[in-house]
């Protein structure tokens, strides 16, 4: 049975107070030699996706991430529903692109994966289109993959 780990990431707010709060916490797997890897996609923090590998500081009982030592490909995005009763047909508009999501009804943000072996402009010119539609915004935790002019 694997043993899993929350580990806390301290959150910067903006002039707007977003996030909405002060730490984002992530399920992850402990590694030979004492680094973790972040098993689900952060809502918040930024820089950091499924399968990274990080480093962490002890605080008592809680763990707190200290460094990315390797990243995993996967690209993380937060997407916004312009309205909240769309989050469904957008999560199943990101599952037809390969795309994997979590859903934070609270937040309303849908937090997105794109696996390192997927193509990526599909989806990013998925995300264009919809928000030049005003359906959605969206914004960038941690882009990994290739993109260049001429593939988009």
Request: net charge negative.
């Amino acid at each position: 049975m694997t043993e899993y780990r929350r580990i806390s990431f301290r959150l910067e707010k903006d002039e707007d107070g977003y996030p909405p709060s002060d730490y984002e916490r992530l399920w992850a797997v402990p590694l030979p030699g004492g680094n973790y890897r972040i098993d689900n996609i952060p809502f918040f923090v930024m820089g950091i996706s499924a399968e990274d590998e990080v480093s962490v500081e002890s605080e008592g009982e809680e763990l707190f991430f200290k460094e990315l030592v390797k990243p995993s490909g996967i690209s993380t995005f937060r997407v916004i529903p312009s309205d909240p009763s769309m989050s469904g047909k957008v999560r199943a508009d990101i599952a037809a692109l390969d795309g994997t999501s979590e859903y934070n009804q609270e937040a309303g943000v849908i937090a997105v994966e794109i696996p390192a072996s997927s193509r990526i402009h599909p989806f990013l010119g998925y995300l264009v289109e919809e928000q030049e539609k005003g359906m959605l915004d969206f914004e960038e935790g941690a882009l990994r993959h290739e993109v260049d002019d001429a593939a988009a």
